[in-house]
T-cell receptor, first 111, second 116 residues
Framework: DQQVKQNSPSLSVQEGRISILNCDYT??????FLWYKKYPAEGPTFLIS?????DKNEDGRFTVFLNKSAKHLSLHIVPSQPGDSAVYFC??????????FGTGTSLTVIP | DTGVSQDPRHKITKRGQNVTFRCDPI?????LYWYRQTLGQGPEFLTY????????KSRLLSDRFSAERPKGSFSTLEIQRTEQGDSAMYLC??????????????FGAGSRLTVL
């Protein structure tokens, strides 16, 4: 069973515009959520995280929003840059044990 | 510290052969995770260690798979009698001691296995 879902396999945006990547989860015990970025032939790289006690966390151009009632989180990238083109995975964990990953969204930022 | 190291980066083997992957975590990290990733999928959890203790194993980890972390440092993942379905990227990650709302997995570059 897929406890973390990313329903959009791909997303294209123009450079300078906002990219919004979405993620849904089913397990109400998850208390920590992360976003990872992955380039081909490399391992995933940590981008930003959020604890379940917060509803927003911001780091430069990247903001993660958490809606616990809807079991939904999103990653906003603004402004988007060509170097942001990569596959983005959301992940969730409960008490820091096993981390569950979504299937990823491939972002293409068009110059 | 050079991060999480995995070896080999690529392995091509024939069906039925055994393969072993090694992971060297960040030195101060006591947790070590193994994941498998196939094309179009996200990383799938296989197992994780806290120090030398293997705390959790996925049902994906059949009896052909075994992982060890002697002395709580590096880890090995062995696959016996490989099958074509084992072809995947095997990712290792490590993290520090549990801290609520603060744990981050740091991944290695992965070991890509191709079973012919």
């Amino acid at each position: 069973d897929q406890q973390v879902k990313q329903n959009s396999p791909s997303l294209s945006v123009q450079e300078g515009r906002i990219s919004i990547l979405n993620c849904d989860y089913t397990n109400s015990m998850f208390d920590y959520f992360l976003w990872y970025k992955k380039y081909p032939a490399e391992g995933p790289t940590f981008l930003i995280s959020i604890s379940s006690i917060k509803d927003k966390n911001e780091d430069g151009r990247f903001t993660v929003f958490l809606n616990k009632s809807a079991k939904h989180l999103s990653l906003h990238i603004v402004p988007s840059q060509p170097g942001d083109s990569a596959v983005y995975f959301c992940a969730a964990s409960a008490l820091g044990n096993q981390f569950y990953f979504g299937t990823g969204t491939s972002l293409t930022v068009i110059p | 510290d050079t991060g999480v190291s995995q070896d080999p980066r690529h392995k091509i083997t024939k069906r039925g052969q055994n393969v072993t992957f090694r992971c060297d975590p960040i030195s101060e990290h006591n947790r070590l995770y193994w994941y498998r990733q196939t094309l179009g999928q996200g990383p799938e959890f296989l197992t994780y260690f806290q120090n030398e203790a293997q705390l959790e194993k996925s049902r994906l980890l059949s009896d052909r798979f075994s992982a060890e972390r002697p002395k709580g440092s590096f880890s090995t993942l062995e696959i016996q009698r490989t099958e074509q379905g084992d072809s995947a990227m095997y990712l290792c990650a490590s993290s520090g001691p549990f801290a609520a709302g603060a744990n981050v997995l740091t991944f290695g570059a992965g070991s890509r296995l191709t079973v012919l």
